[in-house]
């Protein structure tokens, strides 16, 4: 007759946490942290498969871990915002109601399916100031945290956040913000423990942005993000200081050139919410 | 709470079920009770029931399209509102008009906002212009009983299509039946109770290659028209500035075209019927 082995509950969860963060810490990073202009994303990634996406207006999301875990996710994500939205209304969507959603979801399959996600999760909703801005880490055992303006998760996190936290300020400008985040990146993984140096094409970059209305979400790449990354580009920074919040975003990052065309839309949105009127508000 | 989060410690289907990218074919499995046309109708025929919108046009410019729509809605010989908006944009490449009972028009377009800004959110990429039409074919198609009813609503869809590659073909015209057929247009079109006459004179007045701003005074004379001889379409209402809503879409994106710029073209359109009724 079969022996039935005995493990305790402690055992089992001991087991879950600890497969779920060799999952989590073995891949590549990804911040999140607010400067004036909203909240940005950035994360390393040598795929076209996203790690960072829009959820709804104002809500934006990013991820590490097992791609098609965070990917089944990210869709519900989409679901639950556009069904709210579309049984109340655009604005009665939010990002803690998302937030709790995700910590439901994990808390769910962590207790309860035999194996646990391997996945950490960002939910950020820009607001009408810096302070306003929410950014939540959801974590594989379904746990929230309201993390204050900044924020690392997967491979060495820890190491991370802690360049991170020490340079962040609610008024850095984008070109700064971006600069931060990359460093931070790179502070980790070189050879020796040498600092990398990260490439636009090893990077994605998004930002939720504060000052557009309707659909906030834009990614950065090719041109835009190549001039952002380069140290100090003494144009870019001065538009940037001196932009006034009533502005619209300097020329050069609205001709960004975008990877999808869903994205792309994003650059006219200003328009269609004019357009829109009341229909949608 | 629709297809909520029940307390159990139950995942909810739709966190455990990959699904597809169309929000109705979500709601149809999770929430069919926000769908229009699944809701049992009472038998018997109720067109008179709710208000009903009226004239909308569309025509196709160089570069893009124009839709132009009066803001009549009426309730047999009365008018129910003085100021509806017909005419929206569907996303930020194209535009959608409706005519019929407009309580179904408007949940009609509200849905097919949300459906193609899902797709695009869940897959990363836009609909073509074709995928676009085809999706709001299906969603008159499952109104098609309400329709037989008497609730019936027709759409009318025109945008930019991203793909063509010639320029004589970047705006495109759909137009509906109620059974859900979907028709290419050329050149230009109109739905509702005045396009009979609004569509006469946009047939002796339209062109190929008009400007934007040439469509729109174009679109705003076929209303003027519509007005002219249709009880149920709204002409310029200069006394309360209450004007057609026109927007454009254009590789640009889409734009709708202000109070100030519309109420100006109205009245020079007024003002030019002064000198000939006929235009």
Known sequence: MAMQFYASPEQIMRDRSEHARKGISRGRSAVVLTYEGGVLFVAENLTSLRKVSEIYDRIGFAAVGRYNEFENLRRAGVRKADLDGYSYDRRDVTGRAIANAYAHALGAIFTEQVKAYEVEICVAEVGA???????????????????PGVMAMGGQAEAISGALKEAHRVDLSLGEAVRLAVKALGSVGGEGGQPRTLGAGQLEVAVLDRRRTGRTFRRITGVALTSLLTEAAPAEEETDVTESPSEPPPAQERKAPTQSAGSDDLEILDDIDEAEGESKE | MPAGFDPSRRLPDFFANPGTSSFTQFLSLNAPELLPGRRPLPPGYSADLAPHATTVVSIVCAGGVVM??????????????????????????????????AGV????????????EHYEKIEGAM?????????????????????????????IFAGVDLAATDPTKVGRIFSFDVAGGLYEETGYDGIGSGSLFAKSALKKRYRTGLSVDEAVTLGVEALYDAADDDTATGGPDL?????????????????????????????????????????
């Open chain 2, 68 to 101: 132009a729509g009066d803001r009549r809605a009426t309730a047999g010989n009365l008018i129910a509102s003085r100021d509806i908006e017909k005419v929206h944009p569907a996303d930020p490449y194209s535009l959608v008009g409706m005519a019929g009972t």
């Open chain 1, 129 to 147: 100031t810096a302070e306003a801005d929410e950014i939540y880490r959801i974590t594989y055992d379904g746990s929230v945290q309201d993390e």
């Open chain 2, 127 to 155: 609909l073509s212009l074709d995928g676009k039409a085809n999706r709001l074919a299906a969603l008159v198609r499952n109104n098609l009983g309400a329709a037989m009813q008497g609730l019936a609503v027709v759409p």
């Open chain 2, 239 to 279: 006394t309360r500035k209450i004007y057609p809503v026109v927007m454009s879409a254009t590789t640009e994106g889409t734009r709708r075209h202000t109070d100030e710029e519309v109420g100006a073209i109205a009245e020079a359109v007024v003002a030019r019927r002064m000198e000939n009724i006929g235009g």
């Open chain 2, 105 to 116: 028009g408007i949940e009609l377009i509200k849905l097919f906002q949300v459906e193609l």
